[in-house]
């Protein structure tokens, strides 16, 4: 008796260690997150200067945007690499690479007089945390217990969602007392005397890696997609604006189609390559699976509220209300913040609840405060725009990171680092996306109505802030749509089961 007992109480011991979150585990996140922080938050931080930004390059605002769509734009273009990379090498030499890559961006961006060369930085900074934020994904996703992986997707959740939050004031901040230059000046000690040690003490290596083989034509395939159909968006504005200040029309329009042609045949082909290929860049039969397409098309169109946001807010402010970048970061802290640090109780509620009851609502919520800046956008203070983005930015943060892993759970484990690759480059991808079209919205509305600064540019300003939470709410009220028929096929799915 007493040996079944003494049996009993060590399987319970060696179960509760083996739920147990390791504190090398935790490091990893943390070194890990923290580029793809730096990488969001320079992002953030270069959106509220926009307008500064365009007076100092000369830049019109569709051509200014392309600082963060093309910053997001080379992270989804490397994030469909992040399977074959997880598989091909080891993590901390995948980490270094990222390192270096942050490191080489920022040095360019202080030195940097040309605004194509601006545009390069950000580039090099966007495949940095193109490799970073899917290796802070699969880390969680392989070595987390069970029991705890939604809250430890909440903290890699927090990581790199805190950097939204405080980056448009950090940019207010220190423009106030110092050059804009001076932030990558800034971040480069963080780099390497915060980040790069804890890695390489914690970040460690789960399972072997494999003798993948890079199929080029279908990484080229792939990127020419995402370029493809962000350019679309971003001609598309700038053919409709010219149309309505009585400018050229058909180059920005034939560059639009062209654009469109290009994005979806590279699309069609990228899908069709992989599934004959032998060693496909992304391994795609898990899309097959409803439930999962049904989480994925909110994961990919949510972001271009949520990142598009962080650009509607401070150029509003500052366009539209008067204020001046300090303030206009301001208004975008309180909400980003204490969404960022929910975003760990969202995983929480996950772990606890399920996935159905908690981003349901979640997104509910925030479907009504996109429409409540809608009803309320032609009369909006600072202290409205401000409270109003509050509870979208709680609920958002609550709830986002959830349906990836809510998506997860319908893949096999060996296609996770696929996966999490395709959710990955789909949420970079909303987020220019988000950013190119909602530039274009309010520079269609901007378009003929006198000098920045005069009353007529602010009102026409205030305008195309009514269609962009016109287009926020019809996002969110598709997304909500999209996830209740998940889940209630995943129900159906149980039942039957049983």
């Known amino acids: 008796m007493e040996t079944h007992v003494t049996q009993t109480h060590t399987t319970q011991l060696n179960a509760a260690d083996a739920e147990r979150i390791p504190p090398k585990l935790i490091g990893a996140i943390v070194a890990v997150g923290s580029l793809a922080f730096i990488g969001i938050l320079t992002e953030t931080v270069m959106t509220v200067l926009f307008p500064q930004l365009m007076r100092e390059f000369n830049v019109d605002t569709a051509t200014v945007q392309w600082i963060t769509t093309i910053y997001l734009l080379a992270v989804a273009a490397t994030m469909p690499l992040s399977s074959f990379i997880k598989r091909r090498f080891r993590n901390k030499t995948i980490f270094v690479a990222a390192v270096v890559l942050a490191v080489l961006g920022s040095l360019i961006m202080i030195v940097a007089q040309a605004f194509p060369l601006i545009l390069a930085a950000r580039v090099i900074q966007g495949i940095g945390s193109g490799m970073a934020t899917p290796l802070m994904m699969n880390i969680i996703l392989e070595q987390s217990p069970r029991s705890k992986v939604g809250r430890l997707m909440g903290v890699g959740s927090l990581v790199i969602t805190v950097a939204p939050a405080i980056g448009p004031t950090v940019g207010g901040a220190v423009t106030s007392v110092l050059p804009w230059r001076a932030i990558f000046v800034i971040v480069i000690p963080i780099i390497l005397l915060i980040s790069l040690p804890v890695g390489l003490k914690c970040i460690q290596q789960k399972h072997p890696t494999e003798d993948a083989v890079l199929n080029p034509l279908q990484f080229v395939a792939i990127v020419l997609a995402l370029c493809g159909l962000i350019m679309f968006l971003n001609q598309a504005g700038v053919a409709v604006g010219a149309a309505v200040s009585g400018g050229e029309v058909m180059m920005p329009a034939l560059i639009a189609v062209v654009s469109l042609v290009v994005g979806v045949s590279s699309l069609l082909f990228f899908g069709w390559s992989s599934r004959r290929s032998f060693s496909p860049l992304i391994r795609l ?157 309010l520079s269609v509305a901007q378009a003929g109505s006198g000098e920045e600064g005069s009353p007529e540019f602010a009102h026409a300003t205030a305008v195309g802030g009514a269609w962009t939470f016109a287009v926020m709410t019809a996002i969110c009220a598709l997304s909500v749509v999209c996830l209740a028929m998940a889940f209630r096929l995943r129900g159906r799915a149980s039942r039957s089961t049983r």
Do not use: W
């Not at 975008?332 to 969404?339: D, H, N, R, S, T």
């Not at 409540?372 to 609550?398: D, E, N, Q, R």
């Open 285 to 441: 039969g898990f899309l097959r699976n409803r439930i999962v397409l049904l989480h994925l098309l909110p994961y990919a169109i949510l972001p271009m509220v949520g990142i598009g946001f962080g650009y509607v807010i401070t150029n509003l402010a500052q366009l539209s209300l008067g204020t001046d970048a300090f303030v206009a970061g301001a208004l975008v802290l309180p909400g980003a913040l204490i969404g960022a640090f929910c975003a760990p109780i969202g995983g929480m509620l996950y772990d606890k609840f399920g996935p159905t009851r908690p981003i349901l609502t979640a997104f509910v919520v925030a479907t009504v405060a996109t429409v409540l800046l809608l009803v309320c956008s032609m009369h909006l203070t600072p202290a409205l725009l401000a409270g109003l983005y509050f509870i979208f930015g709680l609920s958002y943060a609550l709830e986002f990171s959830n349906i990836m892993t809510s998506a997860l759970r319908e893949v096999p484990p060996a296609f996770t680092p696929d996966g999490n690759a395709v959710f990955q480059t789909s949420m970079q991808f909303g987020g220019a996306a988000g950013t190119a079209l909602f530039s274009t919205i």
